[in-house]
């Protein structure tokens, strides 16, 4: 037990130091950022399908129900880092942009029989952007009137979970998280001429709270090596309890002189109740192929609104709106127990679509295409050969009408840690 200890001490404080926004897309301005799929290396191959994937060699964290499934004597740690390459195109102008980081790390082992127990950390959400625009003011000198956007940050979920075998083909799980971050987003208003003042927005908050999700996995057998499992999940919406804040600062360099207003929504911020539904068929270890569906009812979330007019900060309804995501992932192993290398490669491949959660000027924000290709590559050492190193790349694609098209290739990068650690040793 002291070895668990002392692996969730060093997980948390691992990614502690390195939970940082892995994102530069100028989306994630809107609500609480680039949301994530809650996925680890091997659904990061198969496009983040999971809700209904279930095997005792790793860890499947979009649904808690299946750490059930946890081989006996076993520990298992899977820890993940992402880059990116982001290419993105408006009225013929081109850019590019990268980012990246540590991304997860998780633990799990066994309890009891029919009873596995997951810890660690995963990101909710990322911000992260700057970008500027600049226009011509209606007069004769031609001003130029430049705008800059910038903002960091995002929520972390700290977490702790259970999945119970309620009966040979029923299996039940919750996590429990504990939900915090910040943001700071400002947008910067300058002109060339020095008698117009320069004018700032500042919106920053600073969130602290929890977040429960729940699962179920239904194996229905097919033969002694078939089964198709059904899959649900389901996480209440909640208010965070988070004040957000909005900062207004005019300043006059001629007069060296600035004007702060201050304004606070209280009880701001707040999660979605979501509900996730998944099917898979499994061919013992050598294929599988599952779906997901996720819709998150943000529509019914009111977000913190700056009103110009009456200089006012205030909760309105009608800036989000439910958002739904759909998967279809699979994987080949040729032959799990062959003798050669290649033969005991996992082989993912996986598709994906998502609507948007937010309204940009009243208009619908991009929708999402994706497609991903992975490698589950084992490990062979002195001791087993049942960890694996976990490659995945992936092409995401957003776009809308008159918006900005963004283009990213994502690299994933994560390592499943298997050991038997509660082996017992005889002496002969």
């Known amino acids: 037990m002291n070895r668990i200890l002392a692996s969730f001490v060093l997980a948390t404080m691992t990614t502690s130091a390195f939970a940082q926004s892995n994102t530069n897309s100028p989306y994630s301005q809107f609500g609480l950022g680039d949301l994530t799929d809650q996925s680890v290396g091997f659904n990061k191959g198969m496009n983040g399908v999971g809700l209904a994937m279930r095997r005792g060699n790793e860890v499947n964290t979009t649904n808690p129900a299946s750490y059930s499934a946890i081989d006996s004597l076993t520990m298992l740690f899977d820890a993940g880092l992402s880059g990116q390459i982001t290419n993105y195109k408006e009225n013929g102008s081109k850019l590019s942009g990268k980012s990246g980081g540590f991304d997860y790390v998780v633990g799990q082992f066994r309890a009891f029989k029919g009873v596995g127990v997951t810890f660690g950390m995963l990101p909710y959400s990322n911000i992260g952007y700057n970008y500027s625009q600049t226009e011509y003011l209606g007069d004769a000198d031609l001003t130029?009137?430049?705008?800059?956007?910038?903002?960091?940050?995002?929520?972390?979920?700290?977490?702790?979970?259970?999945?119970?075998?309620?009966?040979?083909?029923?299996?039940?799980?919750?996590?429990?998280?504990?939900?915090?971050?910040?943001?700071?987003?400002?947008?910067?208003?300058?002109?060339?001429?020095?008698?117009?003042?320069?004018?700032?927005?500042?919106?920053?908050?600073?969130?602290?709270?929890?977040?429960?999700?729940?699962?179920?996995?239904?194996?229905?057998?097919?033969?002694?090596?078939?089964?198709?499992?059904l899959a649900?999940?389901?996480?209440?919406?909640?208010?965070?309890?988070?004040?957000?804040?909005?900062?207004?600062i005019n300043s006059n360099s001629t007069i060296s002189k600035a004007d702060t207003t201050n304004l606070t929504a209280v009880n701001a911020l707040s999660i979605p109740t979501s509900y996730g539904f998944g099917l898979a068929y499994n061919h013992g270890q050598q294929f599988r192929v599952g779906a997901d569906f996720v819709m998150q009812k943000w529509g019914s979330v009111d977000y913190p609104s700056f009103d110009t007019k009456n200089s006012t900060y205030t909760m309105k309804s009608g800036l989000l709106k439910d958002s739904y995501r759909?998967?279809?992932?699979?994987?080949?192993?040729?032959?799990?127990?062959?003798?050669?290398?290649?033969?005991?490669?996992?082989?993912?491949?996986?598709?994906?679509?998502?609507?948007?959660?937010?309204?940009?000027?009243?208009?619908?924000?991009?929708?999402?295409?994706?497609?991903?290709?992975?490698?589950?590559?084992?490990?062979?050492?002195?001791?087993?050969?049942?960890?694996?190193l976990n490659i995945s790349g992936q092409v995401v694609k957003r776009s809308a009408d008159n918006m900005i098209k963004e283009t990213m290739f994502r690299l994933n990068i994560g390592l499943t840690f298997n050991e038997r650690w509660f082996a017992k040793w005889k002496v002969e």
Request: aromatic residues 12%.
């Open 326 to 388: 759909c998967s279809l992932g699979a994987e080949w192993t040729p032959s799990p127990m062959g003798r050669h290398f290649f033969q005991r490669v996992h082989y993912r491949a996986g598709v994906g679509m998502a609507t948007p959660y937010y309204y940009i000027n009243g208009k619908e924000g991009p929708k999402e295409l994706s497609a991903s290709i992975g490698f589950g590559i084992p490990i062979l050492n002195n001791i087993n050969g049942r960890s694996f």
């Open 144 to 229: 130029k009137m430049a705008t800059t956007f910038t903002g960091d940050g995002g929520l972390h979920q700290l977490f702790i979970g259970t999945g119970i075998r309620l009966f040979k083909t029923l299996s039940v799980g919750a996590n429990l998280s504990y939900l915090w971050g910040d943001y700071t987003r400002s947008i910067t208003s300058s002109s060339s001429a020095s008698n117009v003042s320069t004018m700032q927005m500042l919106y920053t908050a600073d969130i602290s709270s929890y977040k429960l999700d729940l699962g179920m996995q239904f194996e229905v057998p097919l033969s002694k090596t078939d089964n198709i499992t």
């Open 232 to 248: 649900a999940t389901w996480t209440p919406g909640h208010s965070l309890k988070a004040d957000a804040a909005c900062s207004v």
